[in-house]
């Protein structure tokens, strides 16, 4: 069965090429190889190799080998830097959350949820105008606001973040927005 195109940006082949894609470019300079980039994005290292052979002839993508290693790395042209902005603000939210989130003490989970994971899990609707978040931990607002404000600037859309304790999630049975973010898709980063 081919697969559907993904509801965040319609005009791909697939969520698999999306998220191969978007990870070279958006994480320029860095190089991976297609082993790593099969891991990082849970796509198969036949589905890894096709896309970047078809990144490479349209100069989205350059490699390189290193023995039998062949690393893949963001062109510098300016197609690539055109559908590099265009990824990142469609499926580059997961990625940049977790990168800017790392850097932010006391934070033990992240969970996407609303509009934004409906459209990353395939459920058609609008374009996402923000993206909401869940931070579970004992992180300061202050620097959850902050991390927020880098996400923000790198996406170029709103992000909205809640903190709960991380022991909310599993025993705040009856709070409605624990119900809310259950009863819709969700994405845990």
């Known amino acids: ?3 559907e195109s993904p ?3 319609p005009i791909l082949r697939s969520r698999a090429q999306a998220e191969v894609v978007g990870l070279v470019l958006w994480s320029a300079p860095q190089e991976f190889s297609l082993t790593e980039l099969a891991d990082r994005t849970g796509v198969s290292l036949a589905t890894v190799q096709r896309e970047i052979e078809r990144c490479e002839q349209a100069d989205i993508v350059k490699s390189r080998r290193i023995g039998n290693v062949r690393l893949v790395s963001a ?9 590099c902005e265009l990824l990142l603000r469609s499926f580059g939210p997961k990625y940049v959350v977790a990168d800017e989130f790392l850097k932010v003490a006391g934070v033990k989970q992240i969970i996407i949820f ?8 395939g459920v058609e609707g609008n374009a996402p105008g923000d993206i909401d978040l869940l931070v579970l931990g ?3 607002f202050s620097e959850v606001s902050k991390a927020c ?9 709103e992000v909205n973040a809640v903190n709960r304790p991380l022991t909310w999630w599993t025993k705040a049975s009856n709070d409605p927005l624990k119900k809310e973010v259950q009863r819709r898709p969700y994405i845990v980063v």
């Open 1 to 3: 069965m081919k697969p």
């Open 75 to 83: 062109s510098v042209s300016r197609d690539a830097q055109l559908l």
């Open 7 to 9: 509801p965040l940006l």
């Open 114 to 121: 609303g509009s934004w994971a409906a459209r990353y899990s």
């Open 149 to 157: 404000t880098r996400v923000s600037r790198r996406i170029d859309r």
């Open 138 to 140: 004992d992180a300061k």
